[in-house]
């Protein structure tokens, strides 16, 4: 399963920026789609996921801001930010797991290379 990610970009404080994660190879396997962020100097960190079935699960720091949702026709699962904030900064990865917990960086399989957002204040 190759991940391409897409969308990052700079914007100010309180605005809006669409990720992208597009999925390709052997997909059919592949149980939750997830977002991870990793801010300079701090671990990686679970952001959203969204499970083969739908159901989606989120970061405390991102609830009623950020919306992770998925095409499958496309293959693609999109992560809506809203309300940035500064310590929203980082570079976010899209990832896909074929099983496991879906908050824990170990369940996940496969990793984009990531893409930076920064937010200004």
């Known amino acids: 399963v190759q991940l ?3 969308g990052g970009g700079l914007v100010q404080a309180g605005g809006s920026l669409r990720l992208s994660c597009a999925a390709s190879g052997r997909t059919f396997n592949i149980y ?3 977002w991870f962020r990793q801010a300079p100097g701090k671990e990686r960190a ?3 996921a ?3 079935a739908g159901r989606t699960d989120y970061a405390d720091s991102v609830k009623g801001r950020f919306t992770i949702s998925r095409d499958n026709a496309k293959n693609t699962v ?3 930010m809203d309300s940035l904030k500064p ?3 980082a570079v976010y990865y899209c990832a896909a797991s074929t099983g496991g917990t879906v908050v824990g960086p170990d369940s996940y ?3 984009g290379q990531g893409t930076l957002v ?3 204040s």
Do not use: C, G, K
Request: a neutral charge; hydrophobic letters at 45%; proline letters at 0%.
């Open 4 to 6: 391409q990610a897409s």
């Open 32 to 34: 939750a789609m997830a």
């Open 46 to 48: 679970f952001v959203a």
């Open 50 to 52: 969204i499970r083969s």
């Open 78 to 80: 999109y992560l809506h």
């Open 87 to 89: 310590e929203d900064t």
């Open 109 to 111: 399989r496969y990793w």
């Open 118 to 120: 920064t937010v200004s």
